[in-house]
C-alpha cells in the first residue's frame, strides 16, 4: 500500500458540517476502495490565489491516506464527478507525518 496526501478543496458556498460530510464520504470511499484514512485536517475557509469556477475563497480538508496504488485514479475519478470539489490534489510520500502539517501550525499561531 502507497501513502499519500490528498488535498481536497470545496466550493465556498458550503456550510462547515457540509464539508465535514463531504470528507466522512471520501473517508468512506477510501474505505470501501481498500484504504484506509490516518488523519484528516480541515483547513478552513481560505482565499484562493485567483478565482476558480467564480469562487474567490474555498474550504481546504487534507487527508493523509493510505491506499493501494492502482486504486488512486478511481479515487480521482470520483472526486472529479463531485461538483462540490472545485481542484483536488494527491501526492504520494514515503511517509506519513504524526505532527500536524504547516496550515494547522500556521492557524493556531494566529489563534495565540
Not at 511517509?95 to 504547516?102: E, F, G, M, N, Q
Request: glycine share 4%; net charge neutral; proline share 3%.
Amino acid at each position: 500500500m502507497a501513502y499519500y496526501e490528498s488535498v481536497l478543496v470545496f466550493r465556498q458556498d458550503l456550510t462547515e458540517p457540509q464539508v465535514k460530510e463531504k470528507a466522512a464520504k471520501y473517508t468512506d470511499v477510501i474505505k470501501e476502495l481498500g484504504g484506509d484514512v490516518k488523519s484528516t485536517e480541515f483547513w478552513g475557509l481560505k482565499n484562493l490565489a485567483y478565482i476558480i469556477r467564480k469562487n474567490r475563497k474555498a474550504h481546504y480538508v487534507m487527508l493523509n491516506i493510505e491506499l493501494p496504488g492502482e486504486q488512486i485514479a478511481e479515487y480521482e475519478r470520483r472526486m472529479r464527478i463531485d461538483e462540490d470539489i472545485i481542484r483536488f490534489l494527491n501526492v504520494r510520500v514515503h511517509a506519513l507525518s504524526k505532527t500536524p502539517s504547516i496550515m494547522m501550525k500556521k492557524s493556531n499561531e494566529e489563534a495565540e
